[in-house]
């Protein structure tokens, strides 16, 4: 029997209310939230440049230098990192503020790595949130919410470990990147590490399609059971297992 009482909607007793909302909460910080802070939104002088050298640090770390043209303005940023995503005359665009000398890349290659890494990850939680809160509100069996939640969850990781090789050795032929400098060879370390991801990425997708069989088979709450006094009644009321 669905329940829509505003006394069950906004007092959840169960667990898998608060973890829902948590997981949307979660979902929605990391897909507007975050990006928001992450991504200069401020309007300034557009400009065009290009990247007249890579600049080499300490302990081999790199950054690009920008250039409106050759002799004229220069602009470095603060951020080093291992690898550069640019390579010796790629054209970028910079925004500017004459008022206070800030700057920032227009459509920045690092940072639109980081926002789509987020936005990704706001996916999966707002997903399995939704998910969860959806079948907890028309009043499902708490034993498949569980399954459901469980196996979203374990696949969440599963698929995106999967394609990480192949994901690396596209991301090699699309170098520069933050993945790979343009000079980068494809070595023994990328398979090495893609291998290791793809190979536990198809054992838990595999490993959680038997498992959730069994449980939906089996009416049983595999992934995450308290065995206190009052979930142990609840299973003897529910009848759940064997």
């Not at 303005?73 to 925004?95: A, H, P």
């Not at 998910?131 to 696949?155: N, Q, S």
Request: proline share 4%; net charge negative.
């Amino acid at each position: 029997m669905v329940s829509f009482s505003w006394e069950y909607v906004f007092k959840p007793r169960e667990a898998q209310w608060w973890v829902s909302i948590i997981f949307i909460l979660v979902g929605i910080g990391c897909g507007l939230v975050l990006p928001a802070f992450l991504v200069p939104d401020w309007q300034g002088v557009e400009v065009e440049a290009s990247v007249a050298q890579i600049e080499s640090g300490e302990e081999g770390m790199v950054r690009p230098v920008f250039q409106t043209a050759p002799g004229e303005k220069t602009y470095v940023t603060s951020l080093w990192s291992s690898r550069s995503s640019y390579d010796i005359g790629d054209k970028v665009t910079i925004v500017t503020n004459s008022n206070t000398e800030d700057w920032y890349i227009k459509a920045d290659k690092d940072m639109q790595v980081a926002v789509w890494i987020l936005r990704l990850l706001a996916i999966i939680f707002f997903v399995i949130g939704s998910t969860i809160l959806f079948f907890t509100i028309l009043d499902f069996p708490t034993y498949l919410v569980h399954t459901i939640g469980g196996a979203m969850g374990a696949l969440s990781f599963g698929i995106p470990a999967t394609l990480v090789l192949p994901f690396l050795l596209y991301m090699h032929r699309s170098r520069p990147n933050v993945f790979f400098a343009a000079q980068d060879q494809l070595g023994r370390e990328t398979w090495i590490i893609g291998g290791i991801f793809t190979a536990l990425g198809v054992a838990t997708t595999l490993g959680t399609i038997v498992l959730a069989r069994y449980q939906l088979k089996n009416k049983s709450f595999g992934w995450s059971w308290s065995y206190d006094s009052d979930d142990r009644k609840k299973k003897d009321d529910e009848k759940i297992g064997p």
